[in-house]
């Protein structure tokens, strides 16, 4: 019901005041499981390709925005349970992959829609970033649900990271023809297979994207640019320091 409630007044704000375009719904099934494979430009990704569904989608989110204390964590929280997020703890690698899987065969085995973003962080310049396997493909393996390439189209020039109010223009979402990987069942712990999955999806996205892709994964690149920016500082810096001449 809370679902319902969030969805007719925040997808209705954003569908009134964004006017996103839709391609592709055609290929979201009416019923039963599937795992809605994404890129990730924005925070408003999650609430975008909700809000443009008739079913309801069910993602994974970080579990801070569950805990944080005090009345405005009590509000977000609320809020992304309110849309169909589910938290998962990332302080340790492994075992927010094992949570996040878990979480996602839980959505699905009840018939409804699991989103996932494969590059698992947004992209830090607009391009699109190597997948990784551990969290899509093993769902995928594992539930032999059919996975849908989604691709979320200008959402970063709507609200950059770091960027709270909005820029009102169009995005849009291209939805593409489901993947069948009913092949590859019962090998959802070769990594091999679970690569191959991967970047099958990740090469679909890319097509219906239209993103540059780059071979590698979005919080390597994240690193490379923080160490980037913070060379450029140290160059740009007086010699002197402070007070020089």
Same mark, same amino acid.
């Given at each position: 019901?809370?679902?319902?409630?969030?969805?007719? !007044?925040?997808?209705?704000?954003?569908?009134?005041?964004?006017?996103?375009?839709?391609?592709?719904? /055609? +290929?979201? *099934?009416?019923?039963? *499981?599937?795992?809605?494979?994404? +890129?990730?430009?924005?925070?408003?990704?999650?609430?975008?390709? *909700? =809000?443009?569904?008739? $079913?309801?989608?069910?993602?994974?989110?970080?579990? /801070?925005?569950?805990?944080?204390?005090?009345?405005?964590?009590?509000?977000?929280?609320?809020?992304?349970?309110?849309?169909?997020?589910?938290?998962?703890? $990332?302080?340790? %690698?492994?075992? %927010?992959?094992?949570?996040?899987?878990?979480?996602?065969? #839980?959505?699905?085995?009840?018939?409804?829609?699991?989103?996932?973003?494969?590059?698992?962080?947004?992209?830090?310049?607009? $391009?699109?970033?190597?997948?990784?396997?551990?969290?899509? %493909?093993?769902?995928?393996?594992? !539930?032999?649900?059919?996975?849908?390439?989604? @691709?979320?189209?200008?959402? /970063?020039?709507?609200?950059?990271?770091?960027?709270?109010?909005?820029?009102?223009?169009?995005?849009?979402?291209?939805?593409?023809?489901?993947?069948?990987?009913?092949?590859?069942?019962?090998?959802? +712990?070769?990594?091999?297979?679970?690569?191959?999955?991967?970047? #099958?999806?990740?090469?679909?996205?890319?097509?219906?994207?239209?993103?540059?892709?780059?071979?590698?994964? =979005?919080?390597?690149?994240? $690193?490379?640019?923080? #160490? @980037?920016?913070?060379?450029? #500082?140290?160059?740009?810096? *007086?010699?002197?320091?402070?007070?020089?001449?």
């Amino acid at each position: 019901m809370f679902y319902g409630m969030m969805k007719l !007044s925040v997808g209705g704000g954003l569908r009134l005041a964004f006017r996103p375009w839709v391609e592709g719904l /055609e +290929n979201i *099934p009416k019923e039963g *499981p599937a795992i809605l494979a994404s +890129n990730h430009l924005s925070f408003s990704d999650s609430f975008f390709l *909700p =809000a443009m569904l008739d $079913r309801k989608v069910t993602f994974i989110a970080k579990a /801070e925005y569950f805990t944080s204390p005090g009345v405005k964590g009590k509000l977000t929280a609320a809020f992304f349970k309110g849309v169909g997020q589910l938290p998962v703890d $990332r302080s340790g %690698a492994r075992g %927010a992959g094992e949570a996040a899987i878990r979480s996602g065969l #839980e959505v699905l085995e009840r018939g409804e829609l699991f989103g996932i973003y494969p590059e698992g962080t947004r992209s830090p310049d607009g $391009r699109l970033y190597r997948g990784k396997p551990g969290g899509l %493909a093993r769902v995928a393996l594992a !539930s032999g649900a059919p996975v849908i390439p989604v @691709a979320m189209i200008d959402t /970063e020039k709507i609200q950059p990271p770091g960027k709270i109010v909005p820029k009102l223009m169009r995005p849009g979402i291209r939805i593409g023809k489901p993947l069948d990987f009913s092949r590859y069942h019962g090998m959802e +712990n070769d990594r091999f297979i679970l690569r191959s999955v991967t970047d #099958e999806v990740m090469y679909e996205i890319m097509k219906l994207s239209g993103q540059e892709y780059v071979d590698i994964y =979005a919080t390597a690149a994240k $690193r490379q640019i923080a #160490e @980037a920016k913070k060379k450029a #500082e140290a160059a740009e810096d *007086p010699a002197g320091g402070p007070g020089s001449e």
